[in-house]
């Protein structure tokens, strides 16, 4: 054999040998990402009992997009199914037939919006933890009374299995796979936040958007998303954001989905979400994201 093929066979070989142990060491890393346990603080959750509670519990299950994996009824539903990365169901959240409402109980739901993680402290994998980690006890409990009441209904999902590729992409970027990983699971929770017209209601109600808008709300591309996928708009009033918006054009766009000038907003922009929110909260979220503080946040 030519020494100029010897050298090219050698070469690919040692490329192809060095691939396959560097894909082990990932699908093993992942893994271990994957299996990891978190332990967090206990908390205890003072559950309301009267129907005003508990309408708010199930107004906020639809405004912080419960239904959107959960199926309507939230007893689950067959979210993705790739085995090659991965087959993930959204858990059936009843008391009824291979849900996990009487397993879980307060605590265990607790642990599942403000930690992402499962009864065994698993992080459970794409749940949006990280926009509801800063939710008041008050609205958690309210949440969480609501789902310990819904209607049992049988439905078995199945359990996760997470593909090779989803392994490599836990080793390469957990954070956005299990979202806890990113919460400061030690940080204290947040008291009740008047219900009023403010920039400091404003703030609290825009903390999930960060998730795709960035922490300073000046948009970009969204973590975890694919290349093709459309950036995050800004939502300061710069000349990438809402510049020239008023209050009403802002309203007009999380109730119909429509910009100031007639074009519709992305079908990834959650408008019909945010069209849940009150009159109020709506402008609280636009008195806070005009009020320069905005952009600072952090």
Same mark, same amino acid.
């Given at each position: 054999?030519?020494?100029? &093929?010897?050298?090219?066979? /050698?070469?690919?070989?040692?490329?192809?040998?060095?691939?396959?142990?560097?894909?082990?060491? !990932?699908?093993?890393?992942?893994?271990?990402?994957?299996?990891?346990?978190?332990?967090?603080?206990?908390?205890?959750?003072? !559950?309301?009992?009267?129907?005003?509670?508990?309408? #708010? @519990?199930?107004?906020?299950?639809?405004?912080?997009? %419960?239904?959107? %994996?959960?199926?309507?009824? &939230?007893?689950?539903? #067959?979210?993705?199914?790739? $085995?090659?990365?991965?087959?993930? $169901?959204?858990? *059936?959240?009843?008391?009824?037939?291979?849900?996990?409402?009487?397993?879980?109980?307060?605590?265990?739901?607790?642990?599942?919006?403000?930690?992402?993680?499962?009864?065994?402290?698993?992080?459970?994998?794409?749940?949006?933890?990280?926009?509801?980690?800063?939710?008041?006890?008050?609205?958690?409990?309210?949440?969480?009374?609501?789902?310990?009441?819904?209607?049992?209904?049988? *439905?078995?999902?199945?359990?996760?299995?997470?593909?090779?590729?989803?392994?490599? +992409?836990?080793?390469?970027?957990?954070?956005?796979?299990?979202?806890?990983?990113?919460?400061?699971? #030690?940080?204290?929770?947040?008291?009740?936040?008047?219900?009023?017209?403010? $920039?400091?209601?404003?703030?609290?109600?825009?903390?999930? %958007?960060?998730? %795709?808008?960035?922490?300073?709300?000046?948009?970009?591309?969204?973590?975890?998303? @694919?290349?093709? +996928? $459309?950036?995050?708009?800004? &939502?300061?009033?710069?000349?990438?954001?809402?510049?020239? /918006?008023?209050?009403?054009?802002?309203?007009?766009?999380?109730?119909?989905?429509?910009?100031?000038?007639?074009?519709?907003?992305?079908?990834?922009?959650?408008?019909?979400?945010?069209?849940?929110?009150?009159?109020?909260?709506?402008?609280?979220? /636009?008195?806070?994201?005009?009020?320069?503080?905005?952009?600072?946040?952090?």
């Amino acid at each position: 054999m030519p020494r100029g &093929l010897r050298i090219a066979v /050698w070469t690919t070989a040692g490329l192809m040998t060095g691939v396959v142990v560097i894909t082990g060491l !990932l699908f093993m890393i992942g893994g271990r990402k994957i299996d990891r346990r978190f332990a967090v603080p206990d908390e205890r959750l003072m !559950l309301p009992t009267d129907s005003a509670s508990l309408a #708010e @519990g199930e107004r906020l299950s639809l405004v912080l997009g %419960c239904a959107d %994996c959960h199926a309507a009824n &939230l007893a689950g539903s #067959e979210m993705i199914d790739a $085995p090659m990365f991965a087959v993930l $169901p959204a858990t *059936n959240l009843t008391r009824g037939a291979g849900g996990i409402g009487a397993d879980y109980g307060a605590g265990g739901f607790e642990r599942a919006i403000r930690h992402g993680i499962d009864a065994t402290g698993r992080p459970l994998m794409i749940m949006p933890s990280a926009d509801y980690a800063h939710l008041s006890d008050q609205d958690v409990s309210r949440l969480v009374a609501y789902l310990l009441q819904l209607q049992p209904v049988d *439905n078995y999902v199945g359990g996760r299995t997470v593909g090779p590729v989803g392994r490599i +992409a836990a080793a390469i970027a957990p954070r956005g796979l299990f979202p806890a990983v990113e919460i400061d699971h #030690e940080a204290p929770h947040p008291g009740e936040v008047a219900r009023q017209v403010t $920039p400091a209601f404003g703030e609290y109600l825009t903390r999930p %958007c960060r998730g %795709c808008h960035g922490v300073d709300l000046r948009g970009g591309r969204v973590p975890g998303a @694919g290349s093709s +996928a $459309p950036t995050a708009g800004s &939502l300061v009033p710069d000349a990438d954001g809402l510049a020239g /918006w008023s209050g009403a054009d802002f309203v007009r766009a999380l109730r119909e989905g429509m910009r100031p000038d007639g074009t519709i907003l992305d079908a990834a922009m959650p408008w019909r979400t945010f069209a849940l929110h009150t009159d109020d909260e709506l402008q609280a979220m /636009w008195a806070y994201l005009t009020s320069g503080a905005a952009a600072g946040a952090e």
